[in-house]
C-alpha cells in the first residue's frame, strides 16, 4: 500500500501552485474548476516521486489557527536525497525569507531543514 496523494487546503491556489513548481520541481496539472461545487478549484503537483498533492480552495475557507499544534496533520516531509541538496534549498528559503530552522541534525538522526509555503505551513526537508 501507498500513499496516493495529500490534500492542502489554501486561500491562494495560484500562489501554492507557483510554490510547489518553482521551489521543487513539481508539475502541475491543468486547473479543475467543479461545476457540482460552485467556487471549488484545484490542482494536482506531481513531484519526481512519491505521492501528488492535491492542492484545493473555496471562497468560504477560514482561517486556520496561529497555533498549529492542533489535531491533524503537522507537516510534510520531503526526501531531497543529499545535504547538500537540503542546503541548497535551506539557502534559496532563506533568500525568500521562508526558512523557520536552519539544517541541522534532529534528535532522531534526520539532516533536516525547515521552511513554510505560502499559507504557513510547514515543510521539513530531509536529505541523507
Do not use: C
Amino acid at each position: 500500500m501507498k500513499i496516493a496523494h495529500v490534500a492542502l487546503w489554501t486561500r491562494n491556489l495560484d500562489a501554492q501552485a507557483a510554490f510547489w513548481q518553482t521551489f521543487f520541481g513539481g508539475t502541475a496539472n491543468a486547473k479543475y474548476q467543479s461545476r457540482n461545487n460552485p467556487g471549488f478549484e484545484s490542482y494536482f503537483i506531481t513531484l519526481d516521486e512519491g505521492p501528488t498533492i492535491e492542492l484545493m480552495t473555496l471562497p468560504t475557507l477560514t482561517d486556520a489557527p496561529d497555533n498549529k499544534a492542533i489535531t491533524g496533520w503537522a507537516h510534510v516531509a520531503l526526501n531531497v536525497g543529499s545535504k547538500a541538496s537540503v542546503d541548497a534549498l535551506a539557502d534559496r528559503a532563506r533568500q525568500q525569507g521562508i526558512l523557520k530552522s536552519p539544517p541541522r541534525v534532529t534528535g532522531d538522526g534526520y539532516y533536516e531543514a525547515v521552511l513554510t509555503d505560502p499559507d504557513g505551513n510547514l515543510i521539513e526537508i530531509v536529505g541523507e
